[in-house]
């Protein structure tokens, strides 16, 4: 089964690290990741560059309002996505508690939704209307 | 004569149900791979058990017998669904459910309970639900006398239980024993649940009445269910603990349903079996050296129980029992017990400094119990004044009736 970890981080705390410190971080997730990957684990993710490079897209008053910065302005951001390939929850939690990054913020594990069903249902849909 | 055998194998069956069902519901569930599932197999097992039993004699071994009734209930009842579903959706838990290691008897069985334990206090569950879902599946209470015991509406039980079951089906919550290496932590949770259903029964948050001890009985069944399956030095220090704080349950109301502190208790109210049995648990816990701020709890507990009465309580032994658990679970509110612990020990003037000094750091200026403990050690000091204050802040915070009366007396006793 697939889990979807997204990893959020407070950017000032990441400000506030050494280069060294930093370098460290980055090295134990990278290896990480690898120790994942060679288990076939990891079955995709994404870092995610800074909050103020997003762009949220809201649909209000009847069209498409485009504004600056995250969803969300909160102290903790989404900071990357990872994407695990785990036998349950509780293999999911064992693989993620090893994960450096935990050690930089929290680790939010959210299960894939499975939507064969809905997408049949819609393509069934579809081919009626058209 | 036949209607009184159907009569006899009726009561049988009703005392199989009390005393199987939640272990064939740990199995079932195993089984067949979900709670729901497995729930209504367990109702169909008891049903063909009322049908066939009065026929056919009782079988040898009821219990595996409604596993097994149960398992090709449900078998039958999935392959019924899926002429109308489509057919791949239905392999799988028809090949969970066919899959039979031993659906009867010995460890596996017992295994299944401890399963079923932990699923339900799950840490990816919400508290309230570990605590719903535990009373609802390991103990078997109805939704409606968990939600009567929580002061809660039903409905709204009912919802934090259809939630959790759906969370542990979808995020894929195993049913599984932890790992040697998670066990610790998962225990605690374990723990955290059965304790918070003991404190629910014994202390009410809010509420009339000081003790509801339906809850309290069922937190101690739970905690011997799991010292039976789970023999964990903290395990023993729990039980042990709830054993002695409800050693003195007659004790601690008075006829009137007034509040008697400890120290004005009348000691030949207090459960002797439950203490004899209270202090066993704590030596053993304590003699595995593995022990935790349970066990710690508990022997403090036992330091009172020992106590002929108030004045011969060995409170240098508590006090140094404080000291270690601050050092295992460092908290304000285990300060607080210290500095009362180290006043009974050193005399007020020391524990007023000590609870002074921990409300000037504001970690407990909401906590109704610093602010009466503070009073009473002014009112050994003969600061009138003082303790007038403080009692009056401590009214003000609790929400019990029994404890606001207990304050008001005091105050009153203040002013002759």
């Not at chain 1, 981080?9 to 990741?33: I, L, T």
């Not at chain 2, 011997?224 to 395990?235: D, F, N, V, W």
């Not at chain 2, 595995?288 to 129980?305: D, E, K, M, N, W």
Request: with cysteine; glycine share 6%; net charge negative.
């Amino acid at each position: 089964m697939k889990y979807i970890c997204l990893g959020y981080m407070d950017p000032k705390k990441w400000e506030a690290m050494s280069e060294r410190e930093v370098n460290a971080f980055v090295d134990g997730c990278f290896d990480y990741d690898d120790v994942l990957r060679k288990n076939g684990h990891f079955a995709g993710g994404e870092a995610l560059q800074p909050p103020q490079n997003a762009t949220t897209l809201r649909f209000q008053n009847g069209r498409v309002a485009v504004t600056d910065g995250p969803y969300a302005e909160t102290k903790e951001q989404l900071g990357g996505i990872l994407i695990l390939e785990a036998k349950d929850l509780n293999h999911a939690i064992q693989l993620m508690s090893k994960h450096p990054g935990v050690r930089g913020g929290p680790f939010e594990i959210r299960p894939a939704a499975d939507l064969t069903d809905m997408i049949r249902e819609s393509e069934r849909r579809r081919s009626i209307t058209k | 004569m036949s209607e009184n055998i159907a009569e006899r194998v009726r009561e049988r069956v009703e005392a199989v149900y009390r005393a199987e069902s939640r272990r064939v519901l740990a199995t079932l569930i195993r089984l067949l791979g979900d709670f729901d599932l497995a729930e209504e197999a367990l109702h169909d097992a008891f049903r063909a058990a009322l049908e066939q039993w009065p026929r056919d004699g009782l079988p040898a071994n009821p219990r595996a017998w409604l596993v097994s009734a149960g398992r090709f209930k449900a078998i039958d009842g999935i392959r019924r669904q899926a002429r109308f579903d489509a057919l791949d959706d239905v392999a799988e838990p028809v090949a969970a459910a066919g899959d039979d290691p031993a659906a009867g008897e010995g460890e596996s069985v017992e295994d299944d309970r401890l399963r079923l334990i932990f699923t339900c206090c799950h840490p990816a569950l919400s508290p309230e639900a570990q605590v719903a879902l535990t009373l609802r599946e390991v103990c078997g209470l109805t939704t409606e006398e968990i939600a009567r015991a929580f002061l809660i509406p039903a409905p709204t039980l009912a919802q934090r239980i259809v939630r959790a079951k759906a969370k542990i089906r979808d995020a894929r919550i195993p049913y599984k024993v932890p790992a040697q290496a998670e066990l610790s932590d998962r225990l605690d949770a374990v723990l955290r649940v059965i304790y918070l259903v003991f404190n629910e029964g014994y202390a009410a948050s809010s509420g009339a009445s000081l003790t509801r001890s339906d809850l309290s009985g069922e937190a101690i069944r739970l905690g011997r269910l799991l010292i039976e399956l789970l023999p964990e030095p903290e395990a023993l220090g729990l039980l042990a603990l709830m054993l002695l704080q409800e050693s003195r349950r007659v004790a601690r109301t008075s006829p009137s349903g007034d509040m008697v502190l400890l120290e004005n208790q009348d000691r030949s109210l207090w459960n002797r079996d439950q203490i004899k049995e209270g202090l066993a648990l704590v030596e053993r816990a304590l003699t595995s050296r593995r022990f935790g701020p349970y066990t710690l709890q508990a022997a403090i507990g036992a330091v009172h129980a020992e106590a002929p009465d108030a004045a011969a309580t060995d409170w240098a032994r508590i006090a140094g029992l404080y000291e270690v658990l601050m050092h295992v679970e460092p908290s304000p509110v285990v300060e607080l017990n210290r500095a009362v612990a180290v006043a009974l020990r050193d005399g007020p003037e020391t524990g007023l400094v000590l609870i002074d000094a921990i409300l000037a750091r504001g970690d407990l200026e909401d906590y109704h119990l610093a602010h009466s403990a503070r009073a009473d050690l002014c009112r050994r000091l003969g600061r009138t004044a003082e303790a007038r204050v403080s009692y009056k802040r401590a009214l003000g915070l609790t929400r019990l009736e029994p404890e606001r009366r207990f304050l008001e007396r005091r105050l009153d006793e203040l002013k002759k």
